[in-house]
């Protein structure tokens, strides 16, 4: 008997799961804007953030009916934050200012399991430009900054639940410039 409930709980499972539509088709664009919790960059004794990690993402649904009710799509990303290191050395702040801007490509594959709700996953590929500043007083003739240019990879998972056609609140974790994203998204 036991067996039995689990299939037919098993079969309605999936046959709810396959009646829900995909909130991001073809030709569909959507704009999402975030702010970040935790970011990956900078953390560690010493270490303040300035700027909380923010960003915006636009997507395009590029293709629909991929494992029958998903769908891919694509898109850019632009984030930014800011954070300084700090030490006191004999009552003088000394250390330094650093802020990152991430640019990416990302391609996200889209599979609604909730009504309402669009569940994703993807991968983001792009460049970290990545600035530093010395400050404090320790040393008047010690003047440093930098600025360099590195590759970056991110995984993410998200959902986007949807108020309206075109309004919805975001949430994203993952590894990119923070652990995890809320804000909003706007479909167009």
């Known amino acids: 008997m036991k067996k039995i409930a689990i299939t037919l709980f098993a079969a309605f499972l999936v046959l709810s799961l396959s009646a829900q539509d995909n909130l991001l088709t073809k030709g569909e664009k959507v704009l999402n804007f975030?702010?970040?919790?935790?970011?990956?960059?900078y953390s560690g004794s010493y270490?303040?953030?300035?700027?909380?990690?923010i960003s915006a993402s636009f997507e395009m649904g590029v293709k629909d009916d991929v494992l029958d009710i998903g769908s891919i799509g694509v898109g850019g990303y632009l984030g930014y934050t800011a954070a300084k290191w700090e030490y006191n050395y004999f009552?003088?702040?000394w250390g330094y200012k650093y802020?990152?801007?991430i640019i990416g490509a990302r391609g996200t594959f889209h599979y609604p399991l909730v009504d309402k709700l669009d569940t994703y996953t993807g991968i983001m590929l792009g460049v970290n430009i990545v600035t530093d500043k010395s400050y404090g007083d320790i040393d008047?003739?010690?003047?440093?900054?930098a600025s360099t240019t590195g590759a970056i990879f991110a995984w993410y998972a998200g959902g986007r639940y949807y108020f309206s056609d075109n309004f919805a609140a975001m949430a994203e974790v993952g590894y990119g410039i923070a652990w995890?994203?809320?804000g909003v998204a706007l479909k167009f």
């Open 34 to 41: 975030g702010i970040g919790l935790g970011s990956t960059l």
């Open 99 to 101: 802020t990152s801007l």
């Open 91 to 93: 009552g003088t702040d």
């Open 180 to 182: 995890l994203t809320l």
């Open 47 to 53: 270490y303040s953030t300035t700027v909380p990690p």
């Open 140 to 145: 008047p003739t010690y003047d440093y900054s």
